[in-house]
Each structure stands twice: as structure tokens, then as C-alpha cells.
């Protein structure tokens, strides 16, 4: 009987090949150890070995351990390689704890070209970058990387930063959606805003087309997703796996739309807030904010007048009552967050993912009849 072990991310790429081909355990990159020991039936096949557990906590803060096969995670390295232009050298940029960096090896593996690495244990910085790039360039071929908003958004601050990344053939772009403003000052680099999650072992959705062998429909306005990529279930949780994995297809938690054939995604299902009886996206009211600071999280807050209120956190210099009129002007004075107020920076749970409970703790206390705060 096979079993799961918890390792550091920088033992990753070190013994992905033994978990994938079964030979080794499956690996569990820094998560709980809550997580870990024998696979239970029907979590692990001989012929197609769980090869990673990601942990997650999603939404809800409840971990979670995505169960990833062999054949998922190779689905998605190959058909992210047909879709880029073949197998190519990686800059490592984000943490192999992760789905995204896990990814990177992967794809790696895959390509036979180890990755050159950016150390991140001080955080992430543009000079590290950068020079990550120089060394990847070396190698022939194509050369790639993958990043977060907020990784972008300081790198294309840096010229240096800038024209590392334009001298690459690709960078993928997840954790957060990709703001058309970001996308802009970004220039010349080839961008590829890609969706996906854990569930369906990285983005499978690249600019709104699926990758190849991968299938996307709405199941009640919400973004169901079919296809080779799809994660066997969750760990020991056979009740979170028979709701969210079903007839085949993974029930995620976006709403979303086709435009011009293309998914576009709309925000969280559970990010809509009923404010006096009027139902507001909250990531319609972040994407018009972001237009004008840094970084926005918009939550729904509990209120004894209105059910729910928008409450939003905003990161960069902006008068906040004219935040409020760029609002009111585009989506209407139900939208308009009556809890705004300024943080240095935003709290984060993974790659690029704003922590929205933790952003629904700061703003709370504050009072619901003071519109002027700040």
C-alpha cells in the first residue's frame, strides 16, 4: 500500500520521478500532517499512480488534499506545451507548494531541462528574476516561466525586469485574473492569462480556450470542467469529492460566461452580495477599483439594516470618496462599497490569492455609518 509523506517544496523536483512512476511515495509539498499516511481505497491506482496531494484551503479555510494522478499532472504538462509551442527550459517562480510550481516541474520533467530556480525565501524580488532569466536563456530551445499579478506588476516596475520577461516565450499567468491594465504595461512580453485550480492540476484554460482534451461548460452559471487534467477527489473526503466531481465533470465554485466562444470569468459564486435585496459581483466592483489603486478585495459584510454590505480593501493611493464615484458612476449605487478603507498590503493564502477572510477580519470593526472612512 502506497502512502503519502509530507516534504519541503525544495524537495520537489528531487523525487517527482519515483512518485510518478510509483515506485515512490506520493508527496505532499509543506502541507498538514493531517494529510498524510496510507491512501485509502480508491484514492491510488497501480497503473495510474497518485503521484501529489495538494493542500488546500480554498474559501472556507478547511484543509483540504487535492489527490493528483500521474496522468493528470502529464495531461496538463503536455497540453500546456502543445498550446505554448513546444517543450521548452523554466524559470521557477513560485513556490513548488503549490499547483502552479508543481507544474514547473512537471513540465520540466517533461522536457528534460531542469528549472532554474528563483530562491524565495525572502520573498520574491526582480533582481533574482532577472538574473533567473539570464541563466535560462543559455540553454537553447524556448524558455518559459510562470507567474502571479502581484510578481508582474513588480516586475514590469523594473525596466531590467521588463525586458527579461519580453526575452521569454512565454510566461503563464495565475493566481488571480490578470487585469487588462497589467496586461498593458506589460508591453511585449508574451502573456497567457491562464484559469484553472488544483482540481484540474493548474490552469487548463488559456485566454478563455480550453487546452487540448479539456472541455468547459456552465452548470447553472457556474464553470463545470471535464477532461484528463481532473484530480481523482479530495483526501478522505469522499463526501467533498461525490459533490464537486460529478458524471465526470469538476463543479467549480466561478461563475462564468462565454464571449465570442471564450470563458470569461465572472468571480465566485459565493462573492455575490445580497445588499437590500439587490445582488452585486463582487469582483465586478474589484475589477473597477483596480483600475485606479494597486490591488482591491470587495466582501460582503453582515448588517442589521441591509442583510449584507459591499465592504472593500484597497492597496495604493486613491481619495476614497472618488473611488466611490467611479463606482456609482459604472455599476450603480448598490455597488458602491460603504466600508472602504486603505491596507498596505493585501493578506494572502497562496500564490497571488488574496486571504478574503482574513480581509473580511480588518475590515469589521470598522463602523458601517462612517461613509468617509479611510
Same mark, same amino acid.
Given at each position: ?62 484543509? $483540504? ?16 506545451? $502543445? ?12 513556490? %513548488?507548494?503549490? *499547483? ?17 530556480? *528563483? &530562491? ?6 526582480? %533582481? ?9 536563456? $543559455? ?9 502571479? %499579478? ?36 506589460? $508591453? ?52 467533498? +469529492? ?27 459564486? &459565493? ?62 449605487? %448598490? ?5 472602504? +478603507? ?33
Amino acid at each position: 500500500m502506497r502512502t503519502v509523506v509530507a516534504i519541503s517544496p525544495a524537495e520537489v523536483y528531487e523525487h517527482l520521478p519515483a512518485a510518478l512512476d510509483g515506485s515512490g511515495p506520493a508527496l505532499l509539498p509543506g502541507g498538514p500532517e493531517s494529510l498524510t499516511g496510507p491512501l485509502e481505497p480508491g484514492e491510488d491506482s497501480p497503473d495510474d499512480p497518485t503521484a501529489v496531494v495538494v493542500a488546500t484551503s480554498g474559501s472556507t479555510g478547511e484543509p $483540504k488534499g487535492v489527490l493528483l494522478s500521474k496522468s493528470a499532472l502529464l495531461s496538463s504538462a503536455e497540453a500546456t506545451h $502543445k498550446r505554448l509551442g513546444g517543450p521548452g527550459r523554466w524559470v521557477l517562480a513560485t513556490t %513548488p507548494r503549490y *499547483i502552479g510550481g508543481i507544474q514547473v516541474l512537471v513540465r520540466s520533467l517533461l522536457a528534460d531541462r531542469p528549472p532554474v530556480t *528563483i &530562491d524565495l525565501e525572502n520573498g520574491f524580488r526582480v %533582481p533574482d528574476f532577472v538574473a533567473a532569466v539570464h541563466e535560462v536563456l $543559455k540553454t537553447p530551445g524556448r524558455h518559459y516561466t510562470a507567474l502571479v %499579478p502581484t510578481q508582474l506588476a513588480r516586475i514590469v516596475g523594473v525596466p531590467e525586469g521588463l525586458e527579461a520577461l519580453e526575452n521569454l516565450d512565454g510566461a503563464v499567468m495565475g493566481g488571480a485574473q490578470l487585469s487588462p491594465e497589467l496586461r498593458a504595461a506589460a $508591453k511585449g512580453a508574451q502573456l497567457v492569462s491562464a484559469y484553472g485550480m488544483s482540481e484540474t492540476a493548474s490552469g487548463c484554460v488559456y485566454d478563455g480556450v480550453p487546452l487540448e482534451g479539456v472541455e468547459v461548460k456552465l452548470v447553472d452559471d457556474r464553470v463545470a470542467i471535464a477532461g484528463p487534467v481532473l484530480a481523482r477527489g479530495y483526501r478522505s473526503r469522499p463526501d467533498l +469529492t461525490a459533490a464537486s466531481f460529478v458524471d465526470g465533470w469538476f463543479i467549480t465554485s466561478d461563475l462564468g460566461r462565454f464571449v465570442d466562444g471564450k470563458l470569461e470569468i465572472l468571480g465566485r459564486a &459565493d462573492d455575490m452580495i445580497n445588499t437590500g435585496g439587490v445582488k452585486v459581483p463582487a469582483g465586478a466592483v474589484e475589477r473597477l477599483l483596480e483600475r485606479h489603486v494597486d490591488a482591491a478585495c470587495v466582501v460582503a459584510l453582515d448588517d442589521p439594516e441591509w442583510g449584507q454590505i459591499v465592504a472593500a480593501a484597497v492597496v495604493g493611493e486613491a481619495d476614497i470618496e472618488l473611488l466611490r464615484g467611479h463606482v456609482r458612476a459604472e455599476l450603480g449605487a %448598490p455597488a458602491v462599497p460603504k466600508v472602504l +478603507t486603505r491596507i498596505e498590503e493585501m493578506p494572502l493564502r497562496g500564490p497571488g490569492k488574496i486571504d478574503r477572510a482574513a480581509v473580511r477580519r480588518i475590515l469589521n470593526p470598522i463602523e458601517h455609518d462612517a461613509p468617509g472612512s479611510s
